[in-house]
């Protein structure tokens, strides 16, 4: 159970992720990103509490893997 959780919730911040990129955080709706991901609205609800959590959560993601591959370049030149 835990990874079918954890893979609508990686679904619904990927397509956030596409959906931020393709019409911006103030045109994005609940609806955009249910469709987008392939879920129902209220699904996305189980996981977060609405698209300002979602969006927060999606950017956290980013900054991480942008971070995680900084840190590999810079181990790479040591």
């Known amino acids: 159970m ?4 954890t893979d609508i919730r990686s679904a619904v911040l990927d397509a956030t992720e596409r959906l931020l990129g393709r ?3 103030q045109k994005m709706t609940m609806d955009d990103i ?4 392939g879920v ?3 699904t996305i609800y189980l996981h ?4 300002q959590e979602v969006a927060l959560s999606t950017i956290d993601r980013i900054v991480a893997a942008v971070h ?6 810079a181990r790479s030149r040591l």
């Open 68 to 73: 995680t591959e900084l840190a590999k370049i």
């Open 34 to 37: 249910a469709a987008e991901a």
């Open 40 to 42: 129902g609205r209220r």
């Open 2 to 5: 835990v990874a079918v959780e």
């Open 23 to 25: 019409y911006g955080y």
């Open 48 to 51: 977060f509490t609405g698209k």
